[in-house]
């Protein structure tokens, strides 16, 4: 089984270190979550609404994500620590 760290560090820039890797990994890891609640919170475009259209239906994922990252950037909900935590918990029982 392929393990979720490794792959999520293959879809990012790889920073230098074990540590701010595993950051960076938790960072994306929060952010991911609250991409996916901003979407079931309403921030999706409505197709029944008038302006809506198929380009910006496309590329509501995307404006999500960049909201998300920002969100994460600007301290975040505390997710990532929490995460950070656990998985050097996980890395040191090993």
Request: glycine letters at 6%.
């Amino acid at each position: 089984m392929t393990d979720p760290v490794q792959l999520s560090s293959r879809a990012v820039d790889r920073p230098s270190t074990s540590l701010n890797r595993t950051k960076h990994v938790a960072e994306q890891l929060e952010a991911s979550f609250l991409a996916e609640m901003l979407k079931f919170g309403g921030l999706d475009p409505k197709s029944d609404s008038f302006v809506a259209s198929t380009g910006e239906s496309q590329f509501a994922s995307f404006h999500r994500e960049a909201l998300a990252q920002e969100m994460v950037k600007a301290g975040g909900i505390g997710l990532a620590d929490v995460f950070y935590r656990s998985m050097m918990e996980r890395a040191h029982d090993a």
